[in-house]
């Protein structure tokens, strides 16, 4: 079997994986060449499309010798067997870990921009290459979002040398191959046109699938200025259709509105019908002075400056969600609201979660905080879970305090930072009105 190019050889796999549309699956593309191929598939089959993006950890002195792979989200697949026959100790481990985790995040943020990974716990997900000669690298893809939680792994190819997909077969759920060559030598020689896939067409085909997403349903995203006291911040509103609440997202430290966990929550949020404003609290200047980004008290009035700029705008409860000092401005902000704010009439705050934050910054106004605070704390960040406990005593609103199992400061470990996003998204809905859509 021959292929013209990548995309035909993605719509006739997209033929044969037709049986998972009833699965509604989410089809990730290996980059560079699996994006044209996985983006065929899922235009054919209406799925979500994104990359898997995963790094090899080589062992230090024979690089091509894998000992394990990383992906985004914390996933880590390590092979004990190779670490011990290899010599490798701990602190060597640790070092290519590091190194690759790096390389790891510029290319993500290079093909994806500021859009969150797609979340895969649970899902059916169909991992696609342009093809398969050793398939060391699909292999490290699927182990990835395995670890990413996925409930079901397809690994779908157009042509892959036989022995390849012998040895792949034991190690996912499905294979779907379409031409298996007993004289297979190399994966271009199937393909009339092989010209290598492009960073820049790889953006592109993801930012084209993103957006014909928004034009099924996904709510559309409008840039917008949020005006704070006469101070001009940079911000994202989305509103889904019939949205009858709005959380505003205050970042931490070091962070800002592409923040990819925030946008991570912010998305869940969205699909059960709340709207969301994700905004730097500083402007570009401003953020150049380190202490800013502690002046909990700017950060607070910024932050209420921006929710009356927001209420002008949209007449629907109002909800924080903090982030490490961000969260210490939320509730410093939920405070000022005072006690006589009405939520339900949309003139006060509502809610407030707070993930790994720093509530013990909002001293000494945490017995004025009236709206219900959710209090997310990772089991293995021990610091900040004693700072969460002990502010938690001087809370006198509603509060709960949620510890995530073995989830450090920024939940990247497998499945955490979904965690988090589901006991934000109840934790909203519970407070800020009925008409929102769990699950």
Not at 48 to 66: A, F, N, Q, S, T
Not at 83 to 93: I, M, N, Y
Not at 220 to 227: L, P, Q
Not at 366 to 375: C, F, I, M, W
Request: with cysteine; aromatic share 4%; net charge negative.
């Amino acid at each position: 079997m021959l292929f013209t190019d990548r995309a035909d050889a993605g719509q006739r796999l997209a033929q044969a994986l037709r049986h998972l549309e009833g699965e509604k699956p989410v089809v990730l593309g290996l980059p560079r060449g699996g994006v044209p191929v996985a983006f065929e598939v899922a235009r054919a089959l209406g799925a979500p499309l994104d990359v898997v993006v995963v790094r090899k950890l080589g062992v230090p002195y024979h690089r091509e010798l894998g000992f394990g792979a990383i992906g985004e989200g914390g996933a880590r697949v390590i092979s004990d067997d190779i670490v011990r026959r290899s010599g490798v100790g701990p602190d060597e481990v640790a070092a290519v870990e590091r190194a690759e985790e790096a390389e790891l995040e510029r290319r993500a943020l290079r093909f994806r921009g500021d859009r969150p990974r797609l979340p895969l716990d649970g899902r059916t997900v169909v991992v696609i290459d342009d093809g398969i000669a050793t398939g060391a690298t699909a292999a490290a893809a699927c182990e990835v979002v395995r670890a990413q939680g996925a409930a079901r792994v397809v690994l779908a190819v157009p042509v892959a040398a036989p022995d390849a997909v012998a040895r792949l077969s034991s190690q996912v759920d499905d294979v779907v191959c379409l031409s298996v060559p007993p004289m297979f030598r190399a994966v271009g020689e199937w393909y009339e046109n092989f010209t290598q896939t492009s960073d820049e067409e790889v953006v592109a085909l993801l930012a084209q699938a993103a957006g014909r997403a928004g034009r099924t349903g996904h709510p559309a995203t409008e840039e917008v200025e949020v005006d704070a006291g006469g101070v001009l911040l940079a911000g994202d509103l989305t509103m889904p259709e019939g949205a009858d609440a709005v959380v505003m997202f205050a970042h931490g430290s070091g962070s800002s509105r592409h923040s990819p966990r925030n946008r991570s929550v912010a998305t869940a949020l969205n699909r059960a019908g709340l709207g969301t404003l994700l905004f730097d609290l500083l402007t570009t200047a401003e953020e150049a002075h380190r202490a800013n980004v502690f002046d909990i008290e700017t950060l607070a009035g910024r932050l209420g400056d921006a929710t009356r700029w927001l209420r002008r705008r949209e007449s629907v409860p109002i909800g924080y969600f903090g982030a490490s000092t961000g969260a210490a401005a939320a509730l410093r902000a939920a405070a000022s609201a005072g006690a006589s704010a009405d939520a339900s009439a949309g003139t006060g705050v509502g809610a407030v979660v707070s993930r790994g934050g720093r509530p013990d910054l909002a001293r000494p106004r945490l017995g004025d905080v009236r709206a219900p605070t959710l209090l997310i704390v990772g089991g293995h960040d021990t610091l900040v879970l004693d700072l969460n406990r002990q502010a938690q005593a001087e809370l006198r609103c509603e509060n709960r305090l949620e510890v995530v199992p073995g989830a450090t400061h920024l939940f990247e470990e497998p499945g955490a930072l979904e965690q988090v996003a589901d006991l934000a998204r109840d934790w909203f809905v519970a407070h800020l009105g009925a008409g929102a859509r769990a699950g």
